[in-house]
């Protein structure tokens, strides 16, 4: 209830602030009490929404910002849903579940990839603050942020908290606290944003808050009667969320007077407007007409448009301190602008705001296109994702096997999987990629350090010139019911990680820290540890620092000679087995050719495991008996399509499931 206290004293500087700066702003006396009919409205009164949207009537002290955060699945936007649909900002039966879920991606994977901002407008009593007698309610502007809740996009949820006071924690009333419950509360405790836990989904018959309370409690000091319940699917409890967004979240604290100091949250390209800018207004006001710059470049622009997301883009005129909407000006790429830059008046230069730490590659893989001559049609293809997906680096590259492509970086294997499903619905893109390797860094005699994200960049003889190997860690959390502490403890150790912490979060479920290389858990780890838990574990990680380890490069040579695409830089103790099981995979994979293929994987020049593929011409006509020269044109015709989508490494054609194989063994 403080933050509504505190209204009148921030109101009055508003209303202060208005009759000088905004001459449509009436100057009101302060009343100790949110009175005046422009904030203001008779609990009586009409309640439609008006068409156009005034933004003057949302001083600060009337705007919330807040995120929804959780773990993966405990309701983000379903949640988000309702709420809107609550706030009458979109239609009750609107048929399209997680609204805010726009992409194809998002949709068939029922995950959220993008945060997601919408507007709303709710009128909300302010009853029992000595503000009001009660019969009046304010109404409230509420931006809603949903998160994404994969570990690989939790710099998404990062960039998101910048612009909130406040987040919804929500977490699921069977599942309980989960490995990016953990994560995504940190998140929100290191900005000193206001936490408002939720416990979720409590329409499950196996749902039990009063167990997540007392975990809430034991992990976070979170206090139970602070504790919002509800189901996102029914509708039980949902009417309490709002409220407590209002009356516990602080509003923003910027300034009003002072010059505008625009944070700009994310950018992408639109057919028809250009490159739209999501923004959160820190300080002062913004105008259709006005000329703005970016800190980083110093170009000015105008602005054509500017308004608010209700959830689609909503045209205001005008955004005011502490709002979040969306900018368009003369932006030609996203190039232009840049996440966490500052934007400003043109003539008047401020202080830039602290911006965000840039996005970590943990991933690097070759990006090749299926058919060698689509190579223009791959760059435009990711020249246009990239405008609209800023976190992936990209950096040309030649193969000798693949021919021209690019070697990329991603956030994660997640991240990864969902840049080649974009790259092929959104841009009909076919690609082959190359085994994801993580960034290790070389330290050679001579005193030199290389950073290596192709392992075909790197010496074959490594151990001639390179004197020290570091490889990336991380800081992974695991939570597990207590049953399944020997199975995961043993395959960690196989994944060289080391225990840093091992306690009870009650007394089912245990909460375990390590500190593990990172190529450990790119490749399938997850999998592994959801498997032998029976889906029951949770896994979240943080980049942590790089640690000295024994490397060697492990080539994969076809008939003699080395295919650079399928190099992979492994750990020495594990390089037996990996070069054993890359062999075997290609030896299922390629088809027997007219000669005899021998696939060997080498360390140097020393052959550590080979397989042979007898020669056979595979005949396409073995069955087809009798003379019918169409059919058997036709077959031909295939196989000789068939071919096309191969790549010719020396004489031998290598399918592109070659490639996809070798993704799979770590
Ligand atoms: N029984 C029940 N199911 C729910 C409730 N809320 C959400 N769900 C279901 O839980 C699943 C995940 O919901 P989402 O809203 O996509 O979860 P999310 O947290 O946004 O997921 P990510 O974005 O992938 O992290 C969906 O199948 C929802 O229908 C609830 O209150 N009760």
């Given amino acids: 209830m403080g933050y509504l206290h505190k209204a009148s004293k921030t109101l009055r500087q508003w209303k202060y602030m208005s009759s000088t700066s905004f001459s449509s702003f009436p100057f009101i006396p302060f009343t100790n009490r949110i009175t005046h009919p422009r904030f203001c409205s008779n609990s009586r009164q009409n309640n439609k929404e008006q068409n156009a949207i005034d933004l003057n009537q949302y001083p600060p002290e009337l705007v919330r910002n807040f995120s929804i955060i959780a773990h993966v699945d ?51 009593s302010v009853n029992g603050d000595n503000i009001s007698d009660g019969k009046e309610s304010c109404k409230f502007l509420l931006n809603l942020v949903d998160t994404p809740g994969h570990v690989d996009f939790s710099y998404e949820v990062s960039r998101s908290l910048a612009a909130c006071q406040g987040v919804l924690l929500v977490v699921d009333a069977a599942q309980g606290v989960q490995a990016q419950t953990v994560a995504n509360f940190y998140l929100a405790f290191e900005s000193n944003l206001t936490i408002v836990p939720v416990i979720n989904k409590i329409d499950q018959p196996t749902a039990n808050p009063d167990l997540v309370k007392a975990q809430l409690k034991s992990m976070f000091d979170l206090d139970p009667s602070d504790v919002l319940l509800t189901s996102a699917k029914t509708g039980q409890g949902l009417e309490s969320i709002i409220p407590a967004v209002i009356e516990r ?131 435009n293809a990711i020249e246009r994702l990239t405008c609209n997906d800023a976190s992936v680096s990209i950096a040309k590259e030649t193969s000798t096997a693949l021919g021209l492509g690019f070697r990329c970086g991603f956030l994660g294997l997640l991240h990864m999987d969902v840049f080649h499903q974009r790259l092929e619905q959104e ?11 993580v960034p290790y860094i070389f330290e050679y005699s001579d005193g030199s350090k290389l950073e290596v994200q192709n392992p075909a ?33 043993t395959l960690v ?31 399938d780890f997850y999998n592994e540890l959801k498997s032998i838990t029976s889906g029951y574990a949770s896994f979240d990680y943080e980049d942590a620092d790089y640690q000295q380890s024994d490397l060697v490069k492990l080539d994969i040579l076809l008939n003699g000679q080395p295919v650079d695409a399928m190099a992979t830089i492994v750990h020495k103790v594990k390089a037996y087995r990996v070069g054993r099981e890359l062999v075997e995979k290609l030896k299922k994979a390629i088809d027997r050719q ?15 495991s080979r397989e042979t593929i007898s020669a056979l011409r595979k005949n396409v006509l073995a069955k087809c ?42």
Wanted: charged share 25%; net charge positive; hydrophobic share 35%.
């Fill in 74 to 124: 405990h309701g983000k936007s379903t949640l988000a849903d309702r709420l809107l649909e609550l706030t009458g900002t979109i239609k009750k039966g609107h048929g399209q579940p997680q609204y805010l879920d726009k992409l194809q991606v998002e949709r068939e994977r029922g995950i959220t990839v993008k945060a997601q901002t919408a507007t709303m407008f709710y009128k909300h």
């Fill in 427 to 437: 841009y009909g893109a076919h690609v082959i990629s190359t085994v994801p390797t």
């Fill in 625 to 666: 008996y009798g003379g019918d020269v169409s059919r058997k044109r036709k077959l031909l015709e295939k196989q000789k399509e068939g071919k096309k989508r191969m790549k010719r490494v020396g004489s031998v054609d290598i399918p592109q499931e070659a490639f996809h194989e070798l993704l799979k063994v770590s």
């Fill in 249 to 379: 979240i602080p509003p923003p604290s910027g300034s009003c007077n002072s010059p505008l100091r625009m944070l700009l949250l994310d950018s992408y390209y639109d057919e028809y407007k250009g490159v739209i800018c999501h923004v959160a207004v820190v300080d002062g006001a913004l105008r259709k007409g006005d000329k703005i710059s970016t800190v980083a470049t110093g170009q000015s622009y105008e602005v054509f448009d500017v308004g608010i997301m209700h959830p689609e883009l909503k045209p205001t005129g005008i955004l005011l301190t502490g709002q979040v909407g969306y900018v368009v000006s003369g932006m030609r790429s996203t190039k232009e602008a840049r996440i966490g830059d500052t934007i400003y008046h043109t003539k008047t230069a401020v202080e830039p705001l602290p911006g965000f730490k840039p996005a970590k590659h943990m991933v690097f893989s070759g990006l090749y296109p299926a058919d060698g001559s689509d190579f223009e049609a791959l760059n």
């Fill in 457 to 489: 960049t790197l010496p074959s003889n490594p151990k001639q010139k390179v004197i020290a190997c570091w490889e990336p860690t991380v800081l992974a959390t695991i939570i597990i019911p207590s049953e399944y502490v020997g199975p995961v403890i």
């Fill in 493 to 523: 150790s196989e994944r060289r990680g080391q225990q840093l912490e091992h306690s009870f979060i009650d007394s089912q479920r245990v909460f375990m820290k390590y500190r593990m290389p990172l190529k450990e858990i790119v490749i």
């Fill in 594 to 608: 007219m000669f005899e293929i021998s696939i060997q994987a080498a360390i140097g020049s020393k052959i550590i």
